[in-house]
């Protein structure tokens, strides 16, 4: 086999157990994504050694988010277990890389799909990556956003802000049509797919709840709540933010907007979004361990 020369192949174990947050988790996803899967997957596991499943799951989703290419995502996590029995066969000592395969292989995702909607400032990203860490095996779920995508069609990366034309209806709809597309290939490959957008629309709301049944799998609709002006205070504080940019573009007039335009009555879970990331998870996990909303 020949030598990996892509620019991400010097990318080593000590380099990946600097990432110690988020930004870094996008960077080194970034730089990872053009290389081959078994590159990628040797720093997943590296930072799941290392006791960060968090930025293991944000690399996962973010490098396939910056490749838009999820035909062979099933086959990222086998390659992680594959990287973490040749630890162990170098040096038996490491228990940590034999009980993280044995995490992987035996116990494969059950494949499901929740959809995390709520105008922009909700907290839904926060959600989605949290639970993508929390609802399958290592790496993780996949998570979509809509932002991100809509970045990426005009070759952007997510935190870049996009002007008026990257939001014309024509473009809205060519992100819901991609965010169809890919998550019919992912639920089609068995994993767990979290999906993130406003939603809206009854139209994009009832489409993911048909993708799930067309595959057979489980549905749950989460709808995040907050007061208007929780979401619009949230809003601009990001769009001000410098050290941490994202790569939602509201502001919080595009918040009250929003929030004028949500179409048909909401049949997803409500959840009390007001709360800190982590009382919000809770209600989330509460919700997702029962049943759907009928």
Sequence with gaps: MAADTSPAAGTSAATTLAVTTLADANRLADALADGPDAQLAARLCDLLLAGRPDLASAVFSRALESRQAYDNASLIPFHVALRALSLFAEDPAREDALRLARQILDRPP????????????????????????????????????????????????????????????????????????????????????????????????????????TAGVPFHGLWLDAPVEVMMARADRRAQAVETPDASDATAAIVALQAEDVRGRILWQRLDASGTPEEVLERALAALAGPPPA
């Design 110 to 213: 059950a494949p499901r799909l929740i959809a995390i909607g709520g105008v922009s400032g909700a907290g839904k990203s926060t959600l989605a990556r949290a639970l993508a860490v929390r609802l399958a095996p290592p790496p993780g779920g996949v998570w979509l956003r809509t932002d991100g995508i809509r970045k990426r069609l005009f070759g952007l990366p997510p935190e870049v802000r996009l002007g008026e034309e990257g939001y014309r209806p024509a473009v809205s709809r060519a992100v819901y049509r991609r965010l169809v597309r890919t998550t019919r290939t992912l639920l089609k490959q068995g994993l767990v797919v979290i999906t993130e957008a406003t939603f809206v629309r009854r139209a994009s709301r009832n489409a993911m709840q048909r993708l799930a049944e």
